[in-house]
C-alpha cells in the first residue's frame, strides 16, 4: 500500500527520498567503520549523564521503514518522552524538502542524459522505473541523486524510524530540533568529483535488483544488535569501491560531520533533556558520537535494544541463518 502523501506530487516525492539519500551514505559509510562486537562500544542505545546528572538519551537508528524497526518497548517510550527536546540529523520540514528538490536536479540546461551518455541513461531510466518517478523529473535528476535513490528500496509508506520517532516526540510535545541542515549535509555530495559519482552509480546500477535483499539483510543486522554482522555486510557490498572514494566518503560525510553534530548536541544537553537520534555509524570510532561525547565530559551508559523481545529474537535468527560461516 501506498501513502496517502503520494496524493501531492510537491510533497510525497521528496518525504519519501530524503531517507533514500541519508540511508546510502549510511551504506556506504558502515565500510571499515563498525566497532567489532567485542569492543565495549558495540551498544545501539545509550543513557548520556554529567556526572549524577541524567541528560538524556542517544541512539543510533537505521534509516528504515522495516515494520520491526517502527515497534518500540514501553521502557523506550516512556524514555522518549522523558525528554523535552528530540534531534535528529536534520528535520523533514516543508521548507527542506523543497530545498531538496531543487538540489537533486539540475539548475542549469544540463540533463542527466547529456551527463551520462545515451546507453547509461538508458539504464538508469530502467532501475528508475520501480520508483514510479514522472519522466521529466527523472530526466533532469543530478548524478549522485540517481545513486543514492537506487541504492535503497522503493519507499513504500515513507514512514521511516527517524521520522516515525520525531513524530512521536513530537506528538509527545518535545521540541523537534536538527543536529545539520540541508545545505551541511548534502554539502559533500554536491563537491563530490563526477568520477566518483559515476562509478557509485554504475555499482548501484550493477546491484539495483538486490537492493530489496541487501536492505532487509542490514535490518536483520542491526535488530541483533551485532555491528559485526553489519560490517560484514558492508564489506561484501563495498570491497570493490575504489579507496579513494571510500575515503572521501568518510572524511567528508562521517567525521567532518561528526564534528559538527556533536558541537550542536553538546549544546543542546547543555539547556535541555535530549533524546538524540541519528544514523548508527555515527557512533562508534575515535571519531564517532560516543567518543566526541565523552571528550566533552559526558558519560555514556549503553541500555538494551528499543524493541520488543520477540522482534530482536527475529533479527537474531535471521542473521544467524543468512550469515553462518
Known amino acids: ?34 566497532a567489532a562486537q567485542n569492543e565495549p562500544d558495540n551498544a545501539l542505545f545509550w543513557e548520556i549523564s554529567l556526572g549524577d546528572q541524567e541528560l538524556g538519551y542517544l541512539l543510533g537508528s537505521i ?19 522523558s525528554c523535552q ?26 540533463t542527466l542524459e547529456q551527463t551520462l551518455g545515451s546507453e547509461r541513461f538508458s539504464q538508469v ?18 548524478v549522485w541523486a540517481v545513486m543514492m535513490t537506487l541504492s535503497v528500496p522503493p519507499p513504500e509508506t515513507g514512514l521511516f524510524m527517524d521520522l516515525s520517532l520525531s513524530l512521536r516526540a513530537a506528538g509527545a510535545g518535545l521540541t523537534v530540533n536538527g543536529l545539520e541542515t540541508l545545505d551541511q549535509q548534502l ?23 538486490r537492493v530489496d535483499e541487501v536492505h532487509r539483510q542490514m535490518v ?34 562521517i567525521s567532518e560531520r561528526n564534528q559538527r553534530m556533536a558541537g550542536k548536541l553538546g549544546l543542546m544537553l547543555q539547556d535541555s533533556r535530549v533524546f538524540a537520534a541519528l544514523g548508527a ?37 535471521a542473521g544467524q541463518a543468512e550469515f553462518r560461516p
Open 85 to 110: 527536546v528530540f534531534a535528529m540529523e536534520m528535520v523533514p520540514d516543508l521548507p527542506t524538502l523543497k530545498r531538496l528538490t531543487e538540489y537533486m536536479h539540475y539548475a542549469d540546461a544540463a
Open 281 to 317: 555509524l555515527h557512533l562508534p570510532g575515535p571519531q564517532g558520537l560516543l567518543a566526541l561525547l565523552r571528550a566533552q565530559g559526558y558519560s555514556l551508559k549503553p541500555l538494551p535494544l528499543p524493541f520488543p523481545l520477540e522482534i530482536q529474537a527475529s533479527g537474531s535468527a
Open 187 to 209: 554539502s559533500f555530495l554536491e563537491h563530490m568529483p563526477l568520477d566518483y559519482q559515476l562509478a557509485l552509480l554504475d555499482q548501484a546500477l550493477a546491484d539495483h535488483q
Open 125 to 142: 531510466m530502467d532501475a528508475l522505473s520501480a520508483y514510479q518517478v514522472p519522466m521529466d523529473w527523472k530526466s533532469k535528476m543530478k
Open 220 to 253: 536483520d543486522a542491526y535488530l541483533t544488535g551485532d555491528l559485526s554482522v553489519v560490517s560484514r555486510i558492508s564489506d561484501m557490498q563495498f570491497a570493490q569501491l575504489d579507496a579513494n572514494i571510500r575515503d572521501y566518503f568518510m572524511r567528508l560525510g
Open 1 to 34: 500500500m501506498r501513502s496517502c502523501l503520494e496524493n501531492s506530487p510537491c510533497l510525497a516525492r521528496p518525504v519519501g527520498w530524503l531517507q533514500p539519500l541519508v540511508l546510502a551514505v549510511v551504506l556506504l559509510a558502515w565500510y571499515g567503520s563498525v
Open 63 to 81: 534509516h528504515s521503514e522495516d515494520p520491526r524497526v517502527l515497534d518500540y518497548s514501553e521502557t523506550f517510550m516512556a524514555q522518549l518522552t
